[in-house]
């Protein structure tokens, strides 16, 4: 096992990890910091913040999507509040006439509370986007939520038709997943998957886990249906030498209508650049909120050299250099 991935794996731990968020939310030594490495990935810690930078993003001529970062909530109460909040989101988006979506975890909103609940706010949501001619992006969670995710995806599809869903292609079930997305309207968007796993469920990062991308990728994109390749893999997205998509969707003459690339804000957005002079719709992930600690650990994990990024951020904070 390489150093690095080691480092990746127990990040992927200290990100889940309850008790730890907990410490550093508590202690503004470590919180302010930290914040400061994590403002290279987030929109920032209010919705007015995120909408600026949603701003300068869209004039740049990127779309982005919009989150309020949170999930695993146990509290119903909180649950309604990030529900509100999130309608606020879906106001400032049509109020400030911003090229973005929403986007969300519907753990976020009551699911791990209950089932119920969580489907009861996702329509309230999804009924308000519509209302504004917006789209709702559903996030993917742990594979101990998959299958939840996916049936209340599959109960809101029966009345909206603005909700799309996340795949994640490391996990073994996603090609069955994704026939049966398929039938449904809404974007499906393709990320690789950074969630912890149990043994069995899931392929590794490396060349096995690329091919599957490859082909999970190739069958959406020649499926007709609106699309979100969402992956920074200089293997498929690389101007030069390597621009495997671009090159796929050219050579199969397919229509760049129901097509967008979406990335990671603060993560090789120059492949993005590429994409967008390409002719590519291209969108930028842009969460917000107090709730960065998670999202950090697995930016850090999924690209451990990140770290050095973190840790000189972090020290320009304490430091001011």
């Known amino acids: 096992m390489s150093l690095e991935f080691e480092a990746a794996e127990i990040l992927k731990q200290v990100a889940l990890d309850e008790e730890i968020k907990g410490f550093v939310l508590q202690h503004p030594s470590l919180y302010q910091p930290l914040l400061h490495a994590a403002l290279r990935f987030i929109g920032g810690e209010t919705l007015s913040d995120c909408v ?3 701003k300068l993003l869209n ?3 990127f779309s982005v999507t919009i989150d309020y970062m949170g999930e695993s909530t146990r509290d119903a109460d909180m649950a309604q509040q990030a529900t509100q909040e999130f309608l606020y989101v879906i106001q400032a988006i049509a109020g400030q006439n911003l ?3 929403v986007s969300l975890d519907l753990s976020h909103i009551g699911m791990v509370i209950d089932a119920e609940l969580g ?3 996702a329509c309230i949501l999804a009924e308000s986007a519509q209302s504004a001619g917006l789209e709702m992006m559903i996030s993917m969670e742990g594979t101990d939520r ?5 049936e209340i995806h599959q109960r809101l599809c029966e009345t909206f038709d603005n909700v799309g869903i996340t795949l994640q292609a490391y996990l073994h079930r996603t090609p069955d997943d994704l026939e049966s997305v398929l039938q449904r309207p809404g974007k499906i968007r393709l990320v690789k998957g950074a969630y912890a796993t149990p043994d069995g469920l899931a392929k590794p990062r490396g060349a096995e886990l690329d091919q599957s991308y490859r082909q999970l990728m190739e069958r959406l994109l020649t499926s007709g249906h609106l699309c979100s390749i969402a992956t920074h893999d200089p293997a498929l997205l690389d101007p030069i030498p390597l621009k495997y998509a671009h090159q796929f969707v050219q050579e199969q003459g397919i229509n760049l209508d129901h097509i967008e690339f979406e990335m990671l804000k603060g993560v090789t957005q120059e492949r993005l650049e590429a994409m967008k002079n390409w002719g590519y719709r291209t969108r930028v992930y ?3 909120g107090q709730e960065w600690h998670l999202y950090l650990c697995n930016r850090l994990a999924e690209h451990p050299p ?4 973190a840790i ?3 020290a320009k904070y304490k430091y001011g250099r």
């Open 119 to 121: 489907y009861k706010n």
């Open 286 to 288: 842009l969460p917000y």
């Open 99 to 101: 090229d973005s979506s």
């Open 146 to 150: 998959t299958n939840l995710i996916l």
């Open 312 to 314: 000189a951020d972090a």
């Open 306 to 309: 990140n770290i050095y990024q």
């Open 52 to 54: 600026e930078t949603a």
């Open 59 to 61: 004039q740049q001529g």
